[in-house]
């Protein structure tokens, strides 16, 4: 769009160029830019203090001219871009090469966790685990639970609990199948279940087990 406009615009600008060009460079004088007072107040402090200013700034100052001759610069050594990469590449050759070649380790979260955890801060794999037990059982994993067990403020952990959740995923529902939730949330709620089951069960198996050796004794 602008390259059309400016082709349409460009016969206006030329139109009678050569005449107007002739009227310009036919003025005697052209008209000068208009001064500010602050302007006009410094040039006329120069002139009450040297009035012939105007015909020493016009003539030549041989004795200045005589000074800027004698002014010369010698250079002695290299330039500083040779230096500087002389450094560098001795700075490169020190360096010692890595003995070990092996591919570095890839980790779970795509960077190494820390060893050591200060108090009141969390590494990554551990909010996921206390994220999705909340998820899980949340009458049972409360915030004060999870502040005691992995040394956080209980503040912290409800902010951690409202705003961030483990991933999952709904499948809406279909004329075969109905809408659910599936995902890590829902299998743990599962395998939660079936471990309690699990452990009830046991519970039951090994009290008539103990109460029949009672009875033989």
Known sequence: MGALMTRALRPIKSFNIENRAHRVISKEKPIPAPRYPDNIED???????????????????????????????????????????????KAKSKRALPLDRTVPPEYDFG?????????????????????SAHQTNPNEVTASKIALEYKLRVEDVESVLKYFKTYEVYLPETKTTPEMFVGPAALRKQLYKIDTKEIEDKKDSVVPDIEKKKDTA
Not at 75 to 86: I, K, L, Y
């Open 43 to 89: 040039l006329k402090r120069t002139l009450e203090q040297n009035p012939d200013i105007d015909e020493k700034l016009d003539k030549k100052d041989e004795e200045l001219d005589i000074r800027l001759k004698d002014v010369y610069v010698t250079s002695h050594g290299r330039p500083e871009v040779d230096v500087t990469e002389e450094m560098r590449l």
């Open 111 to 131: 960077f190494k966790e820390p060893e050591k955890v200060t108090y009141g801060r969390t590494t990554l794999r551990d909010a996921l685990n206390f994220i």
